[in-house]
């Protein structure tokens, strides 16, 4: 089993900063993605960036230019800079990884963290 756990969020003003971390830990052989999404009230929980085993990174458009996701191979951890937040921006932030628990590729699941709330406001 592995379990996925977020910090970082907050509330911030428009224009502000924040970094969200996510730490994955369990019965972890292998990580192939991991990955940030989020869901604003009424609204469908969406990618918002992903970074696979060989370090390739993907965006969501409304978010490129401002947030960089990172990861960290060797302490299982993920993370999201986000700059020049927007009201937009708000939402419960999720962690997701592809993790797989030995060298079988069928041995991989996917997972997700419990969320944490980003708010962007004046």
């Known amino acids: 089993q592995v379990q996925l756990v977020e910090s970082g969020g907050g509330l911030v003003q428009p224009g502000g900063s924040l970094r969200l971390s996510c730490a994955a830990s369990?019965?972890?052989?292998?990580?192939?993605?991991m990955a940030w999404y989020r869901q604003a009230p009424g609204k469908q929980r969406e990618l918002v960036a992903n970074?696979?085993?060989?370090?390739?990174?993907s965006y969501a458009d409304s978010v490129k230019g401002r947030f960089t996701i990172s990861r960290d191979n060797a302490k299982n951890t993920v993370a999201l800079q986000m700059n020049s937040l927007k009201p937009e921006d708000t939402a419960v932030y999720y962690c997701?990884?592809?993790?797989?628990?030995?060298?079988?590729?069928?041995?991989?699941?996917?997972?997700w963290g419990q969320g944490t709330q980003v708010t962007v406001s004046s």
């Open positions: 997701y990884g592809v993790i797989g628990s030995s060298s079988d590729t069928r041995s991989s699941r996917n997972y």
């Open positions: 970074v696979r085993s060989g370090d390739s990174t």
């Open positions: 369990g019965s972890i052989f292998r990580i192939y993605v």
